[in-house]
């Protein structure tokens, strides 16, 4: 790959070279990322324990929210640290993870967000074939399609991006290891990879984002032939919430890698910040705590939660006057 890497260091200039903005970034961005680990996991165990979650919507929706805390994870940590401690250099082994590890998880991302469309799609318009058609194996085959998808194709993206020769200097103009400023920093010709990884994100964004949107235009045309408003109101909730989580997350990733290389700029940063790192908390809010389902089932696991404190201090209570009848004064 152009020579041997191991000893080689990028820096990684951050979102800011401004001293002030340092602290209140990290409390900021540190807030987003607890936020995100809460929400996502939080929803990922709510549907575990609770059995009325058991369909396929909540479980395409779990390995969506575990995409959205690794992809997260992949990314935030070595932002916070960068912004705490001021050390930006990452070998070029940390580098070609975090970028490989980052397009895998969005990639699966991408892909996940079409198989929940496409469940939306069978169960609304062809809700009596809905058991057969989105069954549990048919489930894991396109969890399972998802990921394998998503692994080939992160390792074209990384073959890609570090398949250069790195000749310096070695300041990558971002806060993660991205293909684009990394590319930047190639000394041979990146044509060739800039139209292989541009191929790449129209046939893993575009494919998708048509299949959510023939998924929902199809959605659109049965809701509105449905004469039950309920029904409507209920489907059309449900489409604008998908399509809010879509648009925001796809709006930045086509920002980023569907244009040429040379026209990337210091723009890049905030769209990555939208994709990176506000998507992946905005998600559990925008497909779980707008759903009635999800809402009671944290309303049924907050009363067992209390009913079980009620428990122990009755139990601590009988307790302390069981000894109090014996002649001990407890505490």
Known sequence: MGGNYTQLRFILLGITDTPWAQAPLFVLFLLIYIVTLVGNLGLMVLVWVTPSLHTPMYFFLTHFSLADVCYSTVISPKMLTDLLFGDKTISWAGCVTQFHLFALFVTAECHL???????????????????????????????????????????????????????????????????????RLV?????????????????????????????????????????????????????????????????????????????????????????????????????????REVKAALGKCRRKVLNLCQEQRGAARGIREFWNGLGWKGP
Request: hydrophobic share 45%; charged share 10%; with cysteine.
């Open 113 to 183: 967000l079409a198989a929940m469309a496409y469940d939306r799609h069978v169960a609304i318009c062809h809700p009596l074939s809905y058991v057969l058609v989105v069954s549990s194996r048919a489930c894991w085959q396109l969890v399972a399609w998802c990921y394998l998808v998503a692994s080939l194709s992160a390792l074209l993206y990384t073959g890609c991006t570090f398949g250069g020769s790195f000749c310096g200097p070695h300041h990558i103009d971002h806060f993660f290891c991205d293909a684009s400023p990394v590319l």
């Open 187 to 291: 000394c041979s010709d990146t044509r060739g990879c800039e139209a292989a990884i541009f191929a790449l994100a129209v046939a893993n964004g575009l494919g998708t984002s048509v299949v959510i949107l023939l998924s929902y235009g199809r959605i659109l045309r049965a809701v509105l032939g449905t004469s039950s408003a309920p029904s409507r109101a209920r489907a059309f909730r449900t489409c604008a919430s998908h399509l809010a989580s879509v648009a925001v997350f796809y709006g930045s990733l086509f920002f980023m890698y569907l244009q040429p290389a040379s026209r990337h700029g210091s723009r890049d940063k905030v769209a990555s910040v939208f994709y990176t790192v506000v998507s992946p908390m905005l998600n559990p809010f925008i497909y779980s705590l707008r759903n």
